[in-house]
C-alpha cells in the first residue's frame, strides 16, 4: 500500500521561504504522478501543483506560480514543494497525493488522486 509523509511545514514571515517534502513508499515511485494540495480553514481543498512522473510536466495554480516549484527525485522517492515569496493567504494544511497508474497524465481535480498524505502546516505571519 502507498503511504505519503509530509514535513517541511512550519511558522514562516511574509516574503520568507518554506520547502516541504513527500516521502512515497509502498510501491514504484516512479509511477506515480504527484500532486500538491492546501485546504486553509474553513475552505476547501485547493490544487497548488503536479508533476509528471518524470518530472518533465508541471501544473501550477495561478496564485502560486512563479513562487512555488515543484519538483521530484525518483532516486529518493521524494516529492518536493519550494515555496518563495510566501504570503499569509499561503496559510494552510498542505497535503502531498499520489495518482496511481495507469493514469499519467497531471490533473489539478483532487478527486483524480488515489493516496494522500497526513498534512503538513504552513502557516504565514503578516
Known amino acids: 500500500q502507498v503511504q505519503l509523509v509530509e514535513s517541511g511545514g512550519g511558522l514562516v514571515q511574509a516574503g520568507g521561504s518554506l520547502r516541504l517534502s513527500c516521502a512515497f513508499s509502498?510501491?514504484?515511485?516512479?509511477?506515480?504522478?504527484m500532486g500538491w494540495f492546501r485546504q486553509a480553514p474553513g475552505k476547501e481543498r485547493e490544487f497548488v501543483s503536479a508533476?509528471?512522473?518524470?518530472?518533465?510536466?508541471?501544473d501550477y495554480a495561478d496564485s502560486v506560480k512563479g513562487r512555488f516549484t515543484i519538483s521530484r527525485d525518483n532516486n529518493k522517492n521524494t516529492v518536493y514543494l519550494q515555496m518563495n515569496s510566501l504570503k499569509p493567504e499561503d496559510t494552510a494544511v498542505y497535503y502531498c497525493?499520489?495518482?496511481?497508474?495507469?493514469?499519467?497524465?497531471?490533473?489539478?481535480?483532487?478527486?483524480?488522486?488515489?493516496?494522500w498524505g497526513q498534512g503538513t502546516q504552513v502557516t504565514v505571519s503578516s
Open positions: 497525493a499520489a495518482r496511481r497508474p495507469p493514469k499519467v497524465t497531471t490533473t489539478r481535480e483532487s478527486r483524480e488522486y488515489d493516496y
Open positions: 509502498g510501491r514504484t515511485f516512479s509511477n506515480y504522478v
Open positions: 508533476i509528471s512522473r518524470s518530472g518533465l510536466s508541471t
